[in-house]
C-alpha cells in the first residue's frame, strides 16, 4: 500500500484549504486513516483520524471544530478539509494509515498504531 498527499499550499489566515492522500493497492476499505502534522522543531502530531467505514471520526483539540476529515473508499481517497486556517496551522501535513483489526467503526490517534505514510504535503498560512 502506497500513500501520496496532494492539495497543500500557502493561504493567508481566514481561507480555505482541502488536501487529499490517494491510497494505491488493495484493502483500502479495511484501512483506518488519519492525518497528521509537523511543524519545524516540533514532533509530528495527531491532526485528525478516520474508520475504515467512515462513520467514526476523532480530531485534536486544536482543529476541532475547524477541520473535517472524510473519505471515499470507491476513489482510495482520504481528504482533510481546513477551514478557518491559522497561522499555526503551518505544518508539513501526512496522511497514514492502518489495516483495521479492531472493527469498521476502529480509529486511532496514536501515531505508533499507523503503519502507512505518505510523503507530506506542505501547507502554510501567513498571517
Known amino acids: 500500500v502506497q500513500l501520496q498527499a496532494s492539495g497543500g499550499g500557502l493561504v493567508q489566515a481566514g481561507a480555505s484549504l482541502r488536501v487529499s492522500c490517494a491510497v494505491y493497492g488493495s484493502g483500502f476499505s479495511t484501512y483506518a486513516m488519519g492525518w497528521f502534522r509537523q511543524a519545524p522543531g516540533k514532533d509530528r502530531e495527531f491532526v485528525a483520524a478516520i474508520s475504515s467505514s467512515g462513520s467514526d471520526t476523532s480530531y485534536s483539540d486544536s482543529v476541532k471544530g475547524r477541520f473535517t476529515i472524510s473519505r471515499d473508499n470507491a476513489m482510495n481517497t482520504v481528504y482533510l478539509q481546513m477551514n478557518s486556517l491559522k497561522p499555526e496551522d503551518t505544518a508539513v501535513y501526512y496522511c497514514?494509515?492502518?489495516?483495521?483489526?479492531?472493527?469498521?467503526?476502529?480509529?486511532?490517534?496514536?501515531?505508533?498504531?499507523?503503519?502507512?505514510w505518505g510523503q507530506g504535503t506542505q501547507v502554510t498560512v501567513s498571517s
Open positions: 497514514a494509515g492502518f489495516r483495521s483489526y479492531g472493527g469498521s467503526y476502529y480509529y486511532s490517534s496514536s501515531i505508533y498504531e499507523y503503519d502507512h
